[in-house]
């Protein structure tokens, strides 16, 4: 099954840009019927989806987010990014990718997730 | 976009049946049946429990059931075992964007 990994600095100061990358065991991200999502988790909070993007690039935002963050495939075939500009300290969360199948309507493979603290 | 709404904690003895609620899921035709709900154990990574309202992924037993009327979505786990201890959240699609719930703390007691 596929396998999931996150990667990325583990500290960001405000007001720089986030960059996370992850990174999939197969070259699933470019071909097949799926979308990718990136989901985070502020300490002590619930999950909060980011967006998703499909195979063919397309991709959806959370509106609370819309104009601050972009979700693209990555340097390679077996990549994903995450992009976030202008990050306060309220960004602070872990995050995770996931991959969802077309047509279930839910993410059945996770990363593990990678900590990103925004503090100056 | 609101998040969904569901209650912060609900517990059970072992052996027993709980039911968590989700309220403020879709009921759009094309996003009807895009219910799913996650288990959560902290540090680790959300795992898929139910998905399309009530289908289960391979491994998830049958003691996890879901249902939907309306905008109201349910998780019931019958036969509570410890390891069932975790949070649970929902989530529902709209329009191409993912609401997820607040999360229930499921306590075994």
């Known amino acids: 099954q596929v396998q999931l990994q996150e990667s990325g600095p583990g500290l960001v100061r405000p007001p720089e840009t986030l960059s996370l990358t992850c990174n999939v065991s197969d070259d699933s991200v470019s071909r097949g019927r799926y979308y990718w999502h990136w989901v985070r988790q502020p300490a002590g909070k619930g999950l909060e989806w980011i967006g998703r993007m499909y195979t063919t690039g397309t991709a959806n935002y959370n509106p609370s987010l819309m104009g601050r963050v972009t979700i693209a495939r990555g340097a390679s075939a077996n990549q994903l990014s995450l992009k976030l500009t202008s990050v306060t300290a309220a960004d602070t969360a872990v995050y995770y990718c996931?991959?969802?199948?077309?047509?279930?309507?839910?993410?059945?493979?996770w990363g593990q997730g990678t900590l990103v603290t925004a503090s100056s | 976009q609101s998040a969904l709404t569901q209650p912060p904690s609900a517990s059970g003895s072992p052996g027993q049946s709980v039911t968590i609620s989700c309220t403020g899921v879709?009921?759009?035709?094309?996003?009807?049946?895009?219910v799913s709900w996650y288990q959560h154990h902290p540090g680790k990574a959300p795992k898929l429990t139910l998905y399309?309202?009530?289908k289960r992924p391979a491994g998830v037993p049958a003691r996890f059931s879901g249902s939907k009327s309306g905008n109201v979505a349910s998780l019931t786990v019958s036969g509570l075992q410890a390891e069932d201890e975790a949070y649970y959240y929902c989530?529902?699609?709209?329009?191409?964007?993912?609401?997820f719930g607040g999360g229930t703390k499921l306590t075994v007691l």
């Open positions: 399309e309202v009530n």
């Open positions: 879709s009921t759009d035709a094309g996003d009807y049946n895009y």
């Open positions: 996931a991959r969802e199948t077309a047509g279930w309507g839910a993410c059945e493979f």
């Open positions: 989530t529902s699609y709209t329009g191409g964007n993912k609401l």
